[in-house]
């Protein structure tokens, strides 16, 4: 999941132009000082709420044994960055809405109400899997903090409960 996250990684900054450019001056390393150390840099607050949502992520996101992006944001930044800097041809969120254009196209050509019926099905369930996945991510979180001695076990149960309160897992 993690990886259809970075699809959109860039979007706190849609709008900002002037930010993502000066953002692009930096490099990876230079954002997580600046970043540990508190200090400003280019779209710091639109990447701290972007953070904030997605702590739970990782490059292993069900390897407890690898830190989260708030606990390791290079990666975040990283991929921020890589993703600023492309063109158009391998930007993933152009690539994304090409592949959902490709499949409107196809599916309009498609006739058989049962086999459309399926399909959005199909397309729903997917999203469902996606969202429990992104739901155990924030649970696998929690237990990494939980083994670290990070948080007591009344602390996990309150954030288990808000996440379900929340609805944070539902589409």
Partial sequence: ???????????????????????????????????????????????????????????????????????????????????????????PRLVQRASRERYASEAAHIHHAGLLRHLAAHRALLELREEMRDLSTRMYRLLRRAFLGGVSDLDIAVAILQTWVSGDFLP
């Fill in 1 to 91: 999941m993690a990886g259809l996250r970075i699809v959109g990684i860039e979007s706190p900054l849609a709008g900002h132009a002037g930010v993502a450019t000066a953002l692009c001056e930096y490099d990876a390393d230079t954002l997580v000082a600046y970043h540990r150390d508190h200090r400003d840099y280019p779209g710091r607050a639109q990447i701290e709420a972007y953070l904030e949502r997605h702590k739970h992520c990782s490059a292993r996101e069900l390897d407890l044994t690898v830190p989260c992006w708030d606990e390791e944001p290079r990666q975040l930044l990283q991929n921020l960055l890589t993703n600023l800097r492309r063109d158009d041809e391998h930007n």
